[in-house]
């Protein structure tokens, strides 16, 4: 402890703050709306893809590529910009991610093809890894050790409010306005949140920030990264035993481990692995993993289930959600304070229960299921993950030295990334294998004429997103029967991964139990400071 003092204490550290700069409320709220930038345009982008297609007359490969461009590049640069944040702080790599994220959604408005939409998209996932482990290592040096956990809970909870306001902002402009809109309004709300970073941040470095930059271990990780979450992407096109998945799950393999090779003889390693000799930041690690696979994997499927199966569109299917991003609201600064006064052992555990709860409770959805029924899951799994969000973030930031806050953020947005690409594919090949034994046997026993080979493969496609393949001047008797095969199908498959995605979450809430509070809170920014 008596180091860790020295260290908040030292020349090299930050000095006072003196006016607004530097004010931990205000840097919280200059923080919080470049986030809400990054977090709105995730979602946004889901509902806009359609129009996109048709505007630009893009095939559906190259409509996917507009979000894995994003997802590619988010990933395989996080951790280096954590660390960049860590090596010419955090302040500057926060501000450049605002400019650049701003200016690369203008870019994508302006587009008249395609190919610049995921260009820029590429661009934009970039700008937006330089953003996210900046805003959490500027949380981190600001706020004092018994407010941290407070203010994350605030920042988990303009996270959810903008992940709910996402498909319904996004529908409205999509339908009324165009969908180079929902891009182009990210120009404002990142000329707002540069305008309060210049004149809130204070610049903050630790005295034992890197003064070197492992280039090789960037060029290691990346490679080890990108690896992994191409394969995830292309395996639900490949297969999981295709030559072409393995590969790249053996090159990522291989990267990972001349990574970890080259990290014990460098001077100044990207990721110190000593930092991972810390039980609980390993555990929150692996937990952030955990929950994103049963999180985002599971919610994956509830979009094709409210818009394909029962109807909605896209700003009802996103009003339908709001009891799930409502309960993250509302339950990430409750638990903040929870975890300041209890831990996060505690409403960590309880929080994937509940989540674990959610995921069974939705394995027994239908495609009759009520609206006030799906409410009740979606509540019980937000209220399930506000402290996860919160508590798991405090973990690993928390019990990470304050020289590498910014290499822990990105560990973290890392670990969220990954998990959540693996339970998409993962989930979404246990939906086409259940959809493949079903769908068939379905359509045989509704006594619907028989299906060639080419036309049965087809139909289950359509049917592994809930859609019904009723082809055009079918009679409605005959279009009640496809339908209900299809939507019985997918909602069986459906039924099948959120019972594996509890059982993820039952894991998680095990993987909870070795978590504690942040053993080098206490380095980063003095109570005096506020």
């Known amino acids: 402890m008596t180091s ?3 260290l ?67 990933a395989v640069s996080l951790i280096t910009a954590g660390k960049l944040g860590d090596r010419f702080g955090h302040r500057q790599t926060f501000l ?20 610049l939409v995921i260009g820029f998209r590429v661009a934009q996932g970039v700008f937006g890894a330089l953003l996210m482990p900046a805003a959490l290592g500027l949380l981190r040096a600001t706020f004092p050790a018994e407010k941290l956990n407070m203010a994350i809970g605030i ?91 393995l590969l790249f799950l053996g090159a990522s393999v291989l990267c990972f481990l001349l990574f970890a090779l080259w990290e014990t003889k460098v001077a100044e390693p990207l990721i110190p692995l000593g930092m991972f000799r810390s039980l609980p930041l390993s555990a929150g690690t692996v937990l952030m993993v955990l929950m994103a696979f049963a999180f985002m994997g599971g919610l994956f499927f509830v979009t094709f289930y409210l818009q394909n199966v029962h109807g909605m569109s896209p700003v009802d299917s ?36 509940a989540t ?23 509540a019980l799994m937000g209220l399930g993950l506000a402290p996860v969000m919160v508590g798991a973030t405090e973990v690993i930031v928390g019990n ?17 990334q990954v998990g959540g690409s693996l339970g998409t594919a993962v989930l979404g090949a246990v939906m086409a294998a259940r959809v493949g034994d079903t769908f068939g046997d379905k359509w045989q026993a509704a006594q619907l004429p028989p299906l060639a080979p080419e036309q049965l493969d087809l139909a289950e496609k359509a049917a592994q997103v809930g859609y019904a393949p009723v082809p055009p001047g079918t009679p409605e008797p005959v279009a009640r029967a496809i339908a209900g095969v299809a939507h019985d199908t997918f ?40």
């Open 96 to 115: 450049i991610g605002i400019a650049g994220f701003a200016l690369s959604s203008a870019a994508i408005g302006l587009s008249t093809g395609v190919g």
């Open 155 to 245: 920042w988990g909870m303009v996270i959810g409010a903008s992940t709910a306001a996402g498909p319904i902002v996004g529908g409205l402009l999509v339908e009324h306005v165009s969908w180079q809109s929902v891009f182009f309004i990210n120009v404002p709300v990142g000329i707002v949140a540069l305008l309060f970073g210049l004149f809130i941040l204070l610049d903050h470095r630790a005295a034992g920030a890197p003064r070197s930059f492992d280039l090789l271990g960037v060029l290691l990780l990346s490679a080890a990264m990108f690896s992994v979450v191409w394969a995830l992407i292309k395996a639900a096109e490949w297969g999981w035993g295709d030559p072409k998945t």
């Open 8 to 74: 908040a204490k030292e020349p090299s550290a930050p000095p006072a703050r003196s006016g607004l700069r530097g004010h931990p409320w205000l840097t919280l709220f200059a923080v919080a709306i470049g986030v809400m930038m990054v977090t709105l345009d995730g979602t946004i982008v889901a509902v806009a893809n359609p129009a996109i297609q048709q505007d630009l007359g893009a095939s559906l490969a190259e409509v996917q590529w507009i979000t894995n461009g994003y997802l590619l590049a988010l």
């Open 4 to 6: 860790q003092i020295t």
């Open 318 to 353: 996103g009003l339908h959600l709001l009891p799930l991003t409502g309960m993250m609201i509302i339950g990430s600064p409750l638990a903040g304070v929870a975890i300041s006064k209890v831990g996060p052992r505690v409403p960590l555990v309880a929080g994937m229960v």
């Open 400 to 416: 990470a030295p304050l020289e590498l806050s910014g290499v822990a953020g990105g560990l973290q947005q890392a670990a969220m």
């Open 491 to 530: 909602v069986s498959g459906m039924s099948t991964a959120f019972t594996v995605a509890g059982g993820v979450a039952v894991l998680a809430a095990v993987v909870a139990c070795f978590t504690k509070r942040g053993a080098n809170a206490a380095a980063g920014a003095g109570a005096a400071h506020l």
């Open 356 to 378: 674990a709860a959610a995921c069974f409770g939705m394995a027994a959805l239908t495609p009759d299921t009520g609206t006030l029924t799906m409410s009740l899951w979606f």
